[in-house]
């Protein structure tokens, strides 16, 4: 039986050194990171899938590849309001986890809303990053019908209003909701356009990469030219 630490074992063995500096070159505290791919990630998932006490074992270790693991295993309906925050609380320095992990299985949850809202008050710039990406999801997932269309126009306002004084990765992730919105939300094409127009080009830190930030209005355009406007996602999870 599958323990945190013959996990964590596995996990160390498969680490890369050139996996790991990429890790950090994308701003993801190096001494936290075995470097694993995830590819590797998703060969260990499978052999741990369900195992919804382990997942948050290694989740709390702080170990990257640890955490990301967990979130391909947790089942976010399973989880409590104070269990996600803790997840969100812990993803500091590493915005793969806050950015991805956290939203992934916090949309699972019928506390997503009322956090991802809680999330992007916050000052903590991995906490807002991870509501905003949070909303994404939502917006990515969920009907139409089962969307307040009237608080995600509100949201896309807060974008345009704020987003210039936003924290590094926050600018990040609020620019992708206006892209989510554009992409997933068929009765807000319009005002997500709208609000890509007034944003324009957003300039985020994206460490020692040739990583760039997504124009929305042409990401946008993209997804229209493709005939995919309002196809919706059965999950976040990659």
């Known amino acids: 039986m599958p323990t945190k630490d013959s996990i964590l074992a ?3 063995s498969k680490g890369k050194e050139n996996t790991r500096k990429i890790y950090a070159r994308h701003g993801m505290a190096a001494d936290r990171v075995y470097g694993v791919s995830t590819a590797d990630m998703k060969l260990i998932a499978k052999t741990i899938k369900k195992q919804q006490a382990l997942a948050l074992e290694l989740y709390a270790t702080g170990i990257m590849d640890a955490m990301y693991l967990a979130g391909m295993v947790a089942h976010g309906s399973q989880m409590t309001r104070k269990q996600l925050n803790d997840w ?8 793969m986890i806050a950015e991805y992990t956290v939203p992934w299985v916090t949309v699972e949850s019928p506390h997503a809303r ?3 809202l809680e999330w992007i008050q916050s000052d903590k710039e991995h906490v807002a990053s991870a509501g905003w990406s949070t909303l994404s999801g939502l917006v990515a997932t969920l009907p139409d019908t089962s969307l307040d269309l009237k608080e995600i126009e509100s949201l896309l306002a807060t974008v345009v209003q704020s987003i210039g004084g936003a924290q590094n990765r926050v600018r990040y992730t609020m620019n992708g909701f206006v892209v989510s919105v554009g992409g997933y939300v068929k009765p807000l094409v319009n005002q ?3 609000a890509a127009n007034k944003i324009g080009a957003v300039k985020v830190e994206m460490g020692e990469t040739a990583c760039k930030v997504p124009l929305a209005t042409e990401y946008i355009q993209k997804i229209e ?7 919706k996602r059965k999950t976040m999870r990659c």
Do not use: D
């Not at 969100?88 to 915005?95: D, I, L």
């Not at 030219?225 to 196809?231: I, K, N, P, T």
């Open 10 to 12: 596995e996990l160390k």
């Open 88 to 95: 969100a609380e812990g993803a500091a320095h590493m915005q």
């Open 114 to 116: 009322e956090l991802a």
């Open 192 to 194: 997500a356009k709208a």
């Open 225 to 231: 030219a493709a005939g995919r406007l309002g196809q």
